[in-house]
């Protein structure tokens, strides 16, 4: 993922960093991948488990 993110310009485009796991946390993980990439508009990550429903989480967001 850091070498995608430190290749690819994110200008103009709002990234939400998120992950599945049964346990463990997201951490500091959204905010290496913004360092790296240097540009975009990077939101608060979040960490879902296996049994989330991500298509709400999304909706949630109140993205277009």
């Keep these: 993922m850091d070498t995608f993110v430190e290749s690819y310009k994110f200008d103009g485009i709002t990234m939400i960093p998120f992950c599945t796991s049964g346990g463990s946390g997201i951490g500091s993980s959204g905010k290496n ?23 709400g989480w999304v909706k949630s967001l109140g993205l277009n």
């Design 33 to 55: 991948l913004e360092a790296n990439a240097k540009s975009g508009n990077w939101l608060e990550g979040e960490r879902l488990s296996g049994s989330s429903d991500i298509e």
